[in-house]
């Protein structure tokens, strides 16, 4: 309340008041800010990515290339967040500088100078590493998934014998019965 009393009293505009209340009260204001960052980060740019994918144009250069290397970058900042999150939350401003650097990726080529500076030749350096990997978890994956589904399948065939069993037998009990 002090601090959007002090806002007014400047006569300052409502985009500074909120500035200025933010600033002061990082901690109240912390969940609009992170709300921000995913509306903001994450759902403005799957619409982005949609538009880009059915090959239309919608106030940005919506080229794929563009989609892409936005969705490299914030998939990289946000498993360094994961990775970090404890640090994070000792940061009273923290979304709030987060929504400020969503802006910029999206702005100004922000995610494609990061992506060409650093997230590219990282990943040229060990991409053999990481193709090797990804074959040998994949094939893992797959021959587990293989194996979980025929002895599923063996189930499966287990009821429905047990199944017809019981019908079976009732249906004689109750028809033997009559």
């Not at 009393?5 to 505009?13: F, H, I, N, Y």
């Not at 903001?40 to 290339?65: C, M, Q, W």
């Not at 970058?73 to 970090?84: I, N, P, T």
Request: hydrophobic residues 45%; contains cysteine.
């Amino acid at each position: 309340a002090r601090a959007t009393a002090m806002a007014t009293s400047v006569g300052a505009s409502l985009v500074q008041q909120a500035g200025v209340v933010a600033l002061l009260n990082p901690k109240n204001t912390a969940g609009v800010a992170r709300a921000a960052c995913i509306l903001i980060g994450a759902a403005y740019p799957v619409y982005r990515t949609f538009k880009a994918l059915e090959r239309r144009r919608f106030l940005f250069d919506n080229s794929r290339d563009g989609v892409l290397t936005y969705w490299s970058v914030f998939g990289c900042l946000s498993m360094a967040e994961a990775a970090s999150e404890p640090l994070f939350q000792l940061f009273p401003w923290y979304y709030h500088c987060k929504l400020g650097f969503i802006v910029w990726l999206q702005s100004h080529q922000g995610a494609d100078k990061l992506y060409k500076d650093y997230i590219k030749p990282l990943l040229l350096k060990h991409e053999s590493k990481v193709d090797g990997a990804l074959t040998y978890v994949d094939k893992e994956v797959n021959t587990h998934v293989y194996e979980a589904g025929s002895e599923v399948g063996q189930l499966f065939r287990a009821a429905r014998a047990v199944r017809d069993t019981v019908q079976s037998s009732l249906g004689s009990l109750f028809n033997s019965s009559s």
